[in-house]
Nanobody, 123 residues
């Protein structure tokens, strides 16, 4: 069955960095666009970043542009989210997601989800 497993979350001070990883299994990884989303309790899941199947095209939410970088290694079935200059408002549960074929920014259009990894940024 399809599994997405995130790792790399944790507690970091404002201004610090974290690198999230998401390993996929049970899918032909290179046929899926990948995305990172985040959610805080009581709010809707927010788009953070997406990357196309081959990795040539990336898109970011305005709130993270210039600070976060999404990348993927299709040989390792892994997508990454490098997060720099973290702010307290980045605190959330971060999810990776897979969408067959094309990129989209609406979380409801994604096919598979990981269980999430918590990122907490202290001020």
């Amino acid at each position: 069955q399809v599994q997405l497993v995130e790792s790399g979350g944790g507690l970091v001070q404002a201004g610090g960095s974290l690198r999230l990883s998401c390993v996929a299994s049970g899918v032909t990884f290179s046929t899926y666009a990948m995305g990172w989303f985040r959610q805080v309790p009581g709010k809707e899941r927010d788009f953070v970043a997406t990357i196309s199947r081959g990795g040539a095209s990336t898109t970011y939410a305005d709130s993270v542009k210039g600070r976060f970088t999404i990348s993927r290694d299709n040989a390792k079935n892994t997508v990454y989210l490098q997060m720099n200059s973290l702010k307290p408002e980045d605190t959330a549960l971060y999810y990776c997601a897979a969408r067959f074929h094309n990129v989209n920014y609406d979380y409801r259009s994604f096919d598979y989800w990981g269980q999430g990894t918590q990122v907490t940024v202290s001020s």
